[in-house]
C-alpha cells in the first residue's frame, strides 16, 4: 500500500469511526485500522526515502531500521534525512491531538491493542473547558446491547451533565446548552491525556500526516540533488 493509499485508508475508517461512534467494539475495530494505516503512512516515507537514497534496505523497513543503514553505508544524505524527521515528527506533536495519537501509536505498537475505551456525554458544539461525563453502558462481546438501552442511560444522566456543564459555562460567560445539544461519544485515556474524542482526534491527525509527508518528500530532494 503506497501513502496516498494510506491516507484515504484513514478517511474511510475515519468516517466508519464516526458511523458507529460511541459502539466501544467497532470504534476500536476501526480506530485499529485507522492506526494500521497511520504506521503504514510512516513506514511508506522511509520506503520512499529508502528507495531515493539507494540505502537498499532488504527487510520491512522502519525509522530505525533506515537509520541503522543510514549509519552502516556512512550515507550523509540520508543520515541528515533521518536526523531532520526525527526533530520534524516533534515539532508536529507538539499539540495535544497529534501526541495523543502519536502516543497510542507507541502504545499499540507495545502491547498489540488499543487502549480502553469509554463513552461520554458532551456537548455537540464544544468549547474549550466544557467538561465530558462517562457513563456506563451493559455491553455484550463489547458491543451495545442496544441504543435504547444507550438512550435511556443518557437521559438518566443527562440533569446532572447538564448542570454541570451549564454552570461551568455561565461562568465563563459562554452559551449553555440543552438536552438536545449533548451526544455520546467515545473516549480513551492515554498517558497524560484524559478523556479524548477517538473521533475528534483522529480527524486533527490525518492533516498532520499529509503534510509530514509532503514536507518529508520536499527534504528527500533537497538532499538527493
Known amino acids: 500500500m503506497n501513502i496516498e493509499e494510506a491516507i484515504t485508508k484513514c478517511e474511510i475508517t475515519l468516517k466508519q469511526i464516526k458511523q458507529y461512534d460511541p459502539d466501544p467494539y467497532y470504534v476500536n ?134 448542570q454541570v456543564l451549564n454552570h461551568k459555562r455561565d461562568e465563563k460567560n459562554e452559551p449553555k446548552i440543552e438536552e438536545n445539544q449533548v451526544i455520546a461519544s467515545a473516549f480513551i485515556d492515554i498517558e497524560n491525556h484524559e478523556d479524548v474524542e477517538i473521533a475528534y482526534a483522529a480527524e486533527i491527525y490525518i492533516p498532520v500526516m499529509e503534510r509530514l509527508v509532503e514536507e518529508s518528500r520536499k527534504r528527500i530532494k533537497e538532499l538527493i540533488r
Open 29 to 162: 475495530y476501526f480506530f485499529n485500522e485507522y492506526m494500521i494505516s497511520i504506521n503504514n503512512i510512516i513506514n511508506g516515507i522511509f520506503e520512499e526515502a529508502n528507495r531515493d537514497f539507494g540505502l537498499f534496505v532488504s527487510e520491512k523497513i522502519s525509522e530505525q531500521k533506515f537509520y541503522e543503514k543510514a549509519k552502516m553505508k556512512n550515507d550523509e544524505n540520508a543520515i541528515k534525512f533521518s536526523e531532520w524527521y526525527s526533530k520534524k515528527y516533534i515539532e508536529e506533536h507538539k499539540n495535544p491531538y497529534p501526541d495523543v495519537i502519536s502516543q497510542v501509536r507507541n502504545f499499540k505498537n507495545k502491547f498489540k491493542k488499543l487502549p480502553e475505551i469509554k463513552i461520554m456525554l458532551r456537548a455537540s458544539e464544544r468549547y474549550k473547558d466544557d467538561i465530558n461525563q462517562e457513563i456506563k453502558v451493559k455491553l455484550s462481546n463489547q458491543k451495545l446491547k442496544s441504543r435504547d438501552e444507550l438512550d435511556i442511560e443518557i437521559k438518566r444522566q443527562l440533569p446532572i451533565f447538564l
